[in-house]
């Protein structure tokens, strides 16, 4: 098993990148979660999985351990390969994907192209008590009642002209703070607070 890659990256797209290792070019598929947090890199140390099939052998890439965690439960659901896994975590970020997993949220599935309510429940079912063991968290009260009010605050300050990516981690640090937000204008000044 190849556990990941050290080099320079020699081709970038938002889906796969290239990474030169002892002389060999690597192909490496993304998700737009890592292309994110890689986009300004030359050089990389890459964290992989390596999917073998009758016909092919394809690498997966992540920037974080947490991410290929998050992508080789996800492929252990029926009905889930790999493609549709790199989807939901181009989609959402890995803590958000464990997240609705474990607030049995399955509408936030339902944003990710390709994935129903049928599978949205299938992932639910068979993930949850894997990512509790895991050491997943069972989301507070807050956390599963504001799920309108982080797409609304995500929104506006997309809109802004911030990163998608910055913006998801840092309304994913003050649901964890448990602090007392009523409103969406009050979630985005604190967020802009963590922003700056």
Known sequence: MI????????FKTPTYIIVEAGGIGYQVNISLFTYT??????????LT???VKEDSHTLYGFAEDLERKTFIQLIS?????????QIV???LSPSEVRGAILAEDANTFSKVKGIGAKTAKRIILDLKDKILKDGGEAP????VLD???KEEALSALVALGFNKITVQKAL?????????????????????KELS
Do not use: C, F, P, W
């Open 77 to 85: 659901v029926s009905g889930i390969g790999a493609t549709t896994a």
């Open 140 to 143: 507070t009260q807050m956390q």
């Open 37 to 46: 947090q890689i986009e300004k890199l030359e050089s990389v140390k890459i």
């Open 49 to 51: 999985y390596l999917q």
């Open 3 to 10: 556990r990941y890659l050290k080099g320079a990256i020699t």
């Open 172 to 192: 994913n640090k003050i649901a964890k703070s448990k602090q007392d937000v009523g409103k969406v204008e009050e979630l985005i000044k604190i967020a802009l």
């Open 147 to 149: 799920n309108t009010m």
């Open 89 to 91: 975590l181009s989609t």
